[in-house]
């Protein structure tokens, strides 16, 4: 996240690259507890964040934590990012 919020593409489709293999060797069913409820205040917050980004960037908390899968990942990713 950061890595795109501050305007590192290539950081951001690399890491976007590492999580999405990380998802991908966890256990069926492994529960995604992560919290991110701060990260979540300060989207939140940045009234200067588009609109695209934003919903990209909810969709990665979503994914994080096993709420949402690849497909709907991919499916709001900005198009710089999916070179994934």
Known sequence: MAALLGG???GAAAA???LIQFRASLPEGFPGTWNFTGTLK???DQAGL???R???LLHLIDF???KADQAALEGCTPPS????
Request: no cysteine.
């Open 42 to 44: 300060y989207l939140r």
């Open 50 to 52: 588009d609109t695209e």
């Open 81 to 84: 990012l999916r070179q994934v």
């Open 16 to 18: 976007l690259r590492d």
């Open 8 to 10: 590192d593409e290539a």
């Open 54 to 56: 934003r919903k990209f």
């Open 64 to 66: 994080s934590q096993g």
